[in-house]
């Protein structure tokens, strides 16, 4: 089949490192592999120049904004610097006329060849899928991460509010399907009037051929010194829904007994200084080590140097809706994971059998468990052996795409007859 995948989020370099960007790319690959002639359509490729692009067997297909609509996010911004006050207006008004300049641009691209379908990954204020999907008379899937403008106001309080909710809410009713990450977001889509039969849970997944158990490697240890004591491990955003501020207080207290205890942290983000700080102050800054964010083919194999890997995501003040991209990363490789018991992560781990689970935002608990493996070479052996078999059988990115294609040949032949 042709298909055609937008990605106009401007916050997601589909050719960078975010996790976000990952996602994009396996679902991509995942429609290549099993034969299918897939066009990635986006505006960000990369937001570093320094930062070298993921490699992808078909270059993505990237749609500018025409100088009209970048004038006019620009004489905004001139309007806010000439008043001295800072708002998010230029960005919305951006994302807004971007994506009525990506349906017009992929209109006249496609007209003529149009897509079997069309599969879109959800952003604010993006209509442009579903509206071109109905201009070429193919299906459209909508595939869902996160309530989007419930998660604007919350973390990042900026946007038009109910204009984004409202778009929103037509994108996901309006789409002939819609992938949801976990179980709370179908909730939400049918709340936002998607009918139930046209919603489908998929969770994330892992590229087999990458996120596999294998033996530890030595040049990875010697890079980022790893002198041979038990490894924890984390790979992921230093943002604030991430819990990464328990860090440093977990690291002191397993470093009593476990004076050979080293931390990785692979990524980066705005809470980057404050871990820094919190580990210099407990004085275990030189058994931790910040890698910043690395290229998707080295995460692999730094996971397999964990000892143990760790999610500590605190309570937080909505469901947690999140499909965490981690936990199956970890899982893949075989390394014994300790995560709170949340969402869909309690759905995908099962306590004593693939992982150790502990109530959110329970400090004591969570270094109960990391003290629990860390005193048990077997258990953790088993519990990485059971994970991995468990994300091998039911969570790849090669599974959802053969599902999505299924569905997609479901509406086609049906529009047919």
Known sequence: MKILYLCPDLGIPVLGRKGAAVHVREMAAAFGRAGHSVVLAAQMLNKSPWETPAA?????????????????????????????????????????????????????????????????????????????????????????????????????????????????????????????????????????????????????????AEFHPAPRDQAVRARWKLDGGPVLGFVGGLRPWHGVEALPVLLERLAVKHPGVQLVIAGDGPLRSELERGLEERGVRAKAVITGLLPHEEVAPLIREFDLALAPYSAPDHPFYFSPLKLFEYMGCGVAVVVPRLGQISEVVEDGQTGLLYPAGDAAALAESCERLLGDPALRTELGRNAARRVRERFTWDANAERVVSLARSLVAARTS
């Open 56 to 208: 992808m067997a078909t270059p993505p297909l990237q749609v500018r904004p025409n100088p009209s609509a970048a004038a006019a996010v620009a004489a905004l911004k001139e309007f806010n610097e000439l008043l001295g006050v800072e708002n998010s207006l230029p960005g919305e008004l951006r994302r807004i006329l971007y994506n009525q300049e990506l349906r017009n641009e992929l209109r006249r691209r496609f007209e003529n060849d149009p897509p079997n379908f069309i599969y879109e990954r959800a952003s604010l204020y993006a209509t442009g899928g579903v509206a071109l999907a109905r201009e070429l008379g193919v299906p459209c899937f909508v595939e869902l991460n996160a309530p989007l403008a419930v998660e604007q106001e919350v973390y990042r309080a900026t946007g038009f509010g109910e204009l984004a909710a409202q778009a929103e809410r037509w994108t996901i009713s309006q789409a002939d399907g819609v992938v949801v990450v976990s179980a709370l977001l179908r909730d939400h889509a049918l709340a936002c009037g998607a009918k139930p039969e046209r919603v489908h849970v998929m969770p994330n997944g892992i590229n087999l």
